[in-house]
């Protein structure tokens, strides 16, 4: 699925540019045919007539092959981001086999361990770090886009509004203009925000549940021992007497804020 898809993605591009080229050599020869008589450029006007058929043609196949690949590539990106998280999630085994193809699927899931930064130097090298900037980011993320939207907002609507009620000699409440304004920025940021909701949630919902996990340092007898997180070995989940520190008490409901967000 992969290589079907990138090879769509060269397919999709080479096409993409030998239209460009059509498209120049076309300009090039309407200006050089229209110096010339009328028997000639009667003779490039319908060959320039079948070129644009073909142009039509090319377009709607590439219409359709864009429509189609943006539908199976989003169906391949939100499987993987759900199937590469099953087993450190839910703590399952996969066979070896399973294991391998789903690793090297991982890039699919945008975690901050796995870009090899160094975390600590900028203050994310704790579990509870890692949650608070990857539940924000996304949301820093949106109101940029928010922001962004407003100003290259589509403005012919407030104007339609303005000359109304110029020639109805009306005034126009400033709460109109703001709510038309509102509405088509919430137009042009959508499709980015729908992105970055669609990219941002299995990441943030899979490090939220990793809180829940905790090892037994003391498993081996009947009592209970002090437990670390599997993800954070720096953070105690209970101590000898088996009660929740402060500590994890405070992550675990960071991680249920989280869930219920994301």
């Known amino acids: 699925v992969l290589f079907r898809s990138l090879l769509c993605v060269c397919v999709l591009s080479l096409v993409s540019l030998r239209l460009k080229r059509w498209r120049a050599r076309r300009e090039a020869l309407r200006a050089s045919t229209s110096s010339d008589g009328s028997a000639q450029s009667s003779s490039s006007f319908s060959s320039s007539i079948s070129g644009s058929k073909s142009v039509v043609r090319a377009r709607r196949l590439l219409r359709w092959l864009k429509d189609r690949l943006k539908i199976k590539l989003k169906i391949f990106w939100s499987f993987y981001q759900v199937a590469t998280r099953v087993g450190e999630t839910y703590m399952v085994t996969f066979p070896q086999s399973v294991e391998r193809s789903l690793e090297v699927l991982s890039f699919v899931n945008l975690e901050l361990d796995g870009l090899g930064l ?94 829940f996990r905790c090892d037994d340092l003391d498993s081996n007898d009947d009592s209970t021992g002090p437990a670390v997180m599997s993800a954070d070995l720096s953070v105690t989940c209970w101590d000898e007497a088996g009660e929740l520190t402060d500590e994890y008490s405070s992550i675990q409901q960071l991680a249920w804020l989280a869930i219920v967000l994301y």
């Open 118 to 211: 160094p975390l600590a130097c900028v203050a994310l090298g704790g579990f509870r770090s890692k949650l608070v900037f990857m539940m924000l980011a996304p949301l820093g993320v949106l109101v940029f886009t928010k922001l962004f939207a407003w100003v290259r907002r589509d403005r012919s609507k407030e104007r339609t509004l303005r000359e109304s009620s110029v020639a109805e000699e009306s005034t126009v409440s400033r709460s109109d203009l703001l709510r038309v304004a509102f509405a088509q920025s919430m137009y042009k940021a959508l499709p980015m925000m729908l992105r970055v909701t669609f990219l941002a949630f299995p990441a943030v919902s899979s490090l939220a549940f990793k809180a």
